[in-house]
């Protein structure tokens, strides 16, 4: 059964810091791309960005909102991939999503993990 | 940036009517169109891949249809743990975008 349980979630201050994993399990971890994806309260649904299997260079890419705020990385060895967000905005606040993205197809969703940006 | 606009924006059905709800491409995706399903307080479950293939283990009342810029999801004799909302998803091109979402009620 795939599982994806993510966590790292809370309460931060506009232009802290906080970051997120994602602990996957019931597939092959090391050849997965893997994506973000995020909820705003009451909204709908935005990609935030993705990372490729080392194997395919292991590249990242994000979403216009987050570019040069967010990093994404994993480690194949713990099966767990992150999300590293700096200078963090009110309008960051959402349900975060971890998923499994079978190079163009979301396939599985993690239940998410709560980002609140406020002061 | 590929813009995806759903309608309806909500629908509110009887049980066992048919619900169609469409997708369209600001431009061409070919078939990398995707649905998925989410319902209150839960993550969302992919439903149809590629405009048209079924996910593994989605009930066959769920089917989609569509190529381009238009497409279409339809759920056939609609059956109460169908209340949720209806999410289209493009990964033709960067940044992978989803349609504003299209809530269904029972009625």
């Known amino acids: 059964e795939v599982q994806l349980v993510e966590s790292g979630g809370g309460l931060v201050k506009p232009g802290g810091s906080l970051r997120l994993s994602c602990a996957a399990s019931?597939?092959?971890?090391?050849?997965?791309?893997m994506s973000w994806v995020r909820q705003a309260p009451g909204k709908g649904l935005e990609w935030v960005g993705r990372i490729k299997n080392n194997a395919d260079g292991g590249t990242t890419d994000f979403a216009a909102p987050v570019k040069g705020r967010f990093t994404i990385s994993r480690d194949d060895s713990k099966n767990t991939l992150y999300l590293q967000m700096n200078s963090l905005k009110t309008e960051d606040t959402a349900v975060y999503y971890c998923?499994?993205?079978?190079?163009?197809?979301?396939?599985?969703w993690g239940q998410g993990t709560l980002v609140t940006v406020s002061s | 940036e590929i813009v995806l606009t759903q309608s309806p924006d909500f629908q509110s059905v009887t049980p066992k009517e048919k619900v169609t709800i469409t997708c369209r491409a600001s431009?061409?995706?070919?078939?990398?169109l995707h649905w998925y399903q989410q319902k209150p307080d839960q993550s969302p479950k992919l439903l149809i891949k590629?405009?048209?293939q079924s996910f593994s283990g989605v009930p066959s009342r769920f089917s989609g249809s569509g190529s381009g810029t238009d497409f279409t999801l339809t759920i056939n004799s609609l059956e109460a743990e169908d209340a949720a909302t209806y999410y289209c998803?493009?990964?033709?091109?960067?940044?992978?975008?989803f349609g504003q979402g299209t809530k269904v009620e029972l009625k």
């Open positions: 998923t499994w993205t079978t190079v163009t197809t979301i396939d599985y």
């Open positions: 590629y405009a048209s």
């Open positions: 019931g597939f092959t971890f090391i050849n997965a791309w």
């Open positions: 431009q061409s995706v070919g078939s990398t």
């Open positions: 998803h493009q990964s033709s091109s960067l940044p992978w975008t």
